[in-house]
């Protein structure tokens, strides 16, 4: 699999559950400021358009609306 394809998913794995739990970008916003992690919400916008972003961010994304688990593929 190419880096774009694992972006892809990584992205699509993090866009699904914040719409899973019904979290918007500014939603997002004061959870990560809840966790201590300072960021916009044009800034978080633009990392999850691209889908770059670190494995630190996706791990505080996650604490940050409470997922417990994350659900690789649907198989």
């Known amino acids: 699999m190419a880096d774009t394809e694992w972006e892809a998913k990584v992205k699509g794995l993090l866009k699904a559950e914040l719409?899973?739990?019904n979290?918007?970008?500014a939603q997002l916003?004061?959870?990560l400021k809840a966790v201590g992690v300072v960021d916009s919400e044009p800034n978080i916008r633009n990392k999850l358009a691209r889908g770059k972003f670190t494995a630190?961010?996706?791990i505080q994304c996650l604490e940050a609306i409470g997922a417990s688990s994350l659900r690789l593929s649907d198989g």
């Open 19 to 21: 719409k899973r739990r």
């Open 23 to 25: 979290v918007t970008y």
């Open 29 to 31: 916003v004061d959870k």
């Open 56 to 58: 630190v961010f996706l």
